[in-house]
């Protein structure tokens, strides 16, 4: 197999990883809120809405750690 | 020790903020001296024959772009940091004493190394590298500056109470870790006084003199990998942080699509890095670098548009607040330029465009309707919403911020519009040629012609220093306007009259 052969099969691959990545994760990100412990990714638009020093975190540190 | 409810810290931020005006004025301010000695090559000499080294266009220009680029839109870049920061991870400075010297370290070393910029490119010292001409002692000293700005991001992360990272934070992190790899590796370089000849014998120069350990073709490949990143990590990635943050927060509107601000994140992280080429088509760069760097350049519409359509959508059913807040006027033409820019690039890196495109004022009016609409407009916005915050005091004045908004907004519109033409003309002049071949036009020529709308370009620019310095005394104002009490800083800002 030449170097051109080659680098088609590797362009081609390439191109379907990044395909599949982009899907892959755009799959993600609508799928993640179903799980039981899943965030829906829209509520995090509150961290900015909600940024008073003493407004409660949209997901704590401190309840990752009682768990 | 009194027992006190806890608070942010906006002390570096305050440091940041001043800064971010006075270079902002700096910058601006020796810009309009360029565009007009462009127009009236006599004013090279404005000081006289013996200051001419001082005064002339080659000695200001960098000078200019370093002042914007690094003094008005990096001290921009770090005042929102310790500000918005602080904020969506929901700690305070005031927890960390160690946080907070590393702040004011950070701050006082930059102010340092500004100095040293401002007093080495007057001198006229310069490795000739453009948006890095500063000398290997200069470069030393600005990654110590940053390797601190990385600390204080990330200490801040570390101490967070919010366990997820807004997606403004996403952003600070990839502006960190973008320029610190870019810097370093184009401004690898040598210092003379460590050199030698191929015969052996000593180099020597001055101290501070290096030179860059690439040359030819991969220096122009390094040079332009790091020129157009500088445009994506220190005129994108942060000022996007910036919209994600203040135009939700000032409108009270969350963000659109939250999904889609984190596809266009990746998306911009992916893509940004391979567009550098679209600098050096019709170079001796490799022909399918340069196709690559079209290509990318073309894919980067996508997620830039991601990101700006999502803010004009964050407005969806709020679209009175444009009209009745010049604070939201400034983030949404902010963003729209942002629309415009990255469309208009893309343009000029199709290399059948770029024939015509490359070299002239168009290039030159491209960078100003992105810096002049986008980047500023949207620290401008920044530092209006964050004033009454970090003073505890209304803004100064409502009409004020209009009047500078449409001044400055006529200020863009003038300049690039101009600027399209000069560049389209020169362009077109250049290649203009007789049926044998031989150049229908001398260089003069178009000097000649492009004259009308160089004028026209130093008005335009002249309009948005107007407006700047109109910013500058409303913020010096506010620090001393009607105190607010906590309530009244929930979303929109409060503006005296």
Not at chain 2, 144 to 173: H, Q, T
Not at chain 2, 441 to 470: A, C, E, K, Q
Request: a negative charge.
């Amino acid at each position: 197999m030449d170097i051109a052969q080659l680098q088609a099969y590797g362009y081609f691959a390439l191109t379907v990883f990044l395909v599949i990545g982009l899907y892959g994760y755009i799959y993600h990100l609508y799928s993640k809120r179903k799980n039981s412990d899943g965030v829906d990714y829209e509520e995090y638009s509150n961290m900015a809405l909600h940024d008073d020093i003493d407004d409660t975190p949209v997901a704590s540190i401190s309840d990752d750690k009682k768990k | 020790m009194e027992n006190r409810p806890l608070e942010y810290d906006y002390t570096v931020t305050k440091m940041f903020m001043f800064t971010t005006i006075a270079l902002g004025i700096v910058g601006m301010l020796i810009g309009v001296i360029l565009a007009f000695q462009l127009a009236y090559p006599g004013l090279n000499l404005m000081l006289g024959e013996g200051l001419a080294e001082y005064t002339n266009f080659s000695r200001l220009r960098p000078l200019h772009t370093d002042a914007v680029i690094f003094g008005f839109t990096l001290s921009g870049i770090f005042a929102t940091w310790y500000y918005v920061g602080q904020r969506v991870l929901k700690v305070s400075m005031a927890e960390s004493k160690l946080l907070m010297f590393l702040g004011k370290l950070h701050f006082w070393l930059y102010i340092i190394t500004v100095v040293a910029v401002v007093i080495s490119l007057f001198a006229g010292v310069t490795t000739s590298k453009e948006y890095a001409e500063f000398e290997w002692p200069i470069d030393i000293a600005i990654v110590v500056v940053w390797v601190l700005f990385g600390m204080s991001i990330f200490g801040l992360i570390g101490i967070r109470r919010e366990k997820s990272l807004y997606i403004s934070v996403w952003y600070y992190i990839a502006t960190f870790l973008g320029i610190a790899m870019l810097y370093l590796f184009n401004n690898m370089e040598i210092p003379t006084i460590m050199a030698s000849a191929p015969d052996g014998s000593h180099v020597g120069g001055n101290w501070w003199h290096s030179i860059s350990m690439y040359a030819g073709t991969n220096d122009a490949l390094v040079q332009w990998w790091y020129g157009h990143n500088a445009v994506a990590f220190g005129f994108t990635v942060p000022i996007v942080a910036m919209i994600y943050y203040f135009l939700p927060k000032e409108s009270g509107q969350a963000i659109y699509s939250y999904k889609l601000s984190l596809l266009s994140f990746w998306g911009l992280m992916f893509l940004y890095l391979w567009a550098g080429g679209h600098h050096l088509l019709y170079s001796t760069v490799p022909d399918w670098m340069q196709t690559m760097g079209s290509i990318f350049s073309v894919i980067l519409i996508l997620p830039s548009w991601g990101s700006a359509i999502n803010m004009l959508l964050t407005m969806k059913g709020e679209w009175q607040q444009v009209a009745a807040s010049p604070l939201i006027k400034f983030m949404i033409l902010a963003s729209t330029f942002y629309m415009f820019s990255t469309l208009e690039g893309p343009i000029q890196a199709i290399k059948s465009v770029n024939a015509i495109a490359h070299f002239t004022d168009w290039i030159v009016g491209h960078v100003h309707d992105g810096v002049l609409g986008w980047v500023g407009f949207m620290i401008m916005a920044a530092l209006f919403h964050m004033a009454p915050r970090v003073f505890k005091r209304e803004i100064y004045s409502k009409s004020l911020m209009t009047s500078q908004f449409w001044i400055q907004t006529l200020g863009v519109v003038l300049y690039f519009t101009s600027m399209w033409i000069a560049g389209i003309t020169q362009g077109m002049m250049w290649r203009a040629h007789d049926e044998f071949g031989n150049l229908a036009y001398s260089f003069i020529d178009t000097v000649t012609v492009l004259h009308p709308y160089y004028t026209i370009r130093g008005v335009g620019g002249l309009l948005y220093l107007v407006g700047f310095f109109m910013f500058a005394y409303n913020i010096y104002k506010t620090m001393s306007a009607r105190p607010v009490e906590e309530s009244e800083l929930q979303s929109a800002s409060p503006m005296g009259a």
